[in-house]
């Protein structure tokens, strides 16, 4: 394998931005290294986020954009959105920038292509919401969609998850 010179560093690097996202919230870190290993194309965040937080997604080489957004009350929210992929920032600000917050089935099936979610878990949950599958609680409780009954796709994702999941859990 092809080792950079400065690899070393980098990871120490990568591991300090990941402890000070961490500090700010777990899930945040989470979501950042989930989506630097590029296990999900594009990750949002709903809470509010300051540039301190922004940076450090930046330093882990993501791209990351403030998106507005208004609820139903017209009260305006402001999503952060990140992602390896110039394309898939284009392509949440195109469609959702500055409008209302919405649970349609299009937009469902086009957060969970941006969210690399597995299409037949989205096409399940759009059925019906949370019907029993074959994961443990804690299983599920490491993904951000919920498997569809006998999912094929999940369990291998499940694997890649882990180890990120774990790898955080021991910074
Ligand atoms: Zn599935």
């Known amino acids: 394998m092809l080792r950079e010179p400065n690899?070393?560093?980098?990871?120490?690097?990568?591991?300090?931005?990941?402890?000070?996202?961490?500090?700010?919230?777990?899930?945040l870190a989470y979501l950042a290294l989930?989506?630097?290993?590029?296990?999900k194309p594009l990750s949002?965040?709903?809470?509010?986020?300051?540039?301190?937080?922004?940076?450090?997604?930046?330093?882990m080489g993501l791209l990351t954009k403030q998106i507005r957004r208004t609820v139903k009350t017209g009260k305006e929210v402001v999503e952060t959105i990140f992602s390896r992929l110039p394309a898939y920032i284009q392509l949440y600000e195109q469609r959702f920038a500055n409008k209302p917050i919405d649970k349609s089935v299009q937009t469902q099936l086009f957060e969970g292509l941006l969210f690399g979610y597995p299409p037949c878990c989205v096409n399940q949950y759009i059925r019906?919401?949370?019907?029993?599958?074959?994961?443990?609680?804690?299983?599920?409780?490491?993904l951000f969609h919920w498997a569809c009954t006998n999912c094929?796709?999940?369990?291998v994702l499940l694997n890649a998850y882990k180890s990120v999941y774990d790898l955080l859990n021991n910074t």
């Open 7 to 27: 690899e070393d560093f980098n990871l120490k690097e990568l591991n300090q931005h990941i402890q000070a996202l961490t500090e700010i919230d777990f899930e």
């Open 128 to 142: 019906q919401p949370y019907a029993p599958n074959n994961l443990t609680t804690r299983e599920q409780k490491i």
């Open 152 to 155: 094929k796709i999940t369990p």
């Open 44 to 59: 949002r965040w709903e809470k509010p986020l300051d540039d301190d937080g922004l940076e450090l997604l930046q330093k």
């Open 34 to 39: 989930l989506t630097c290993r590029g296990l």
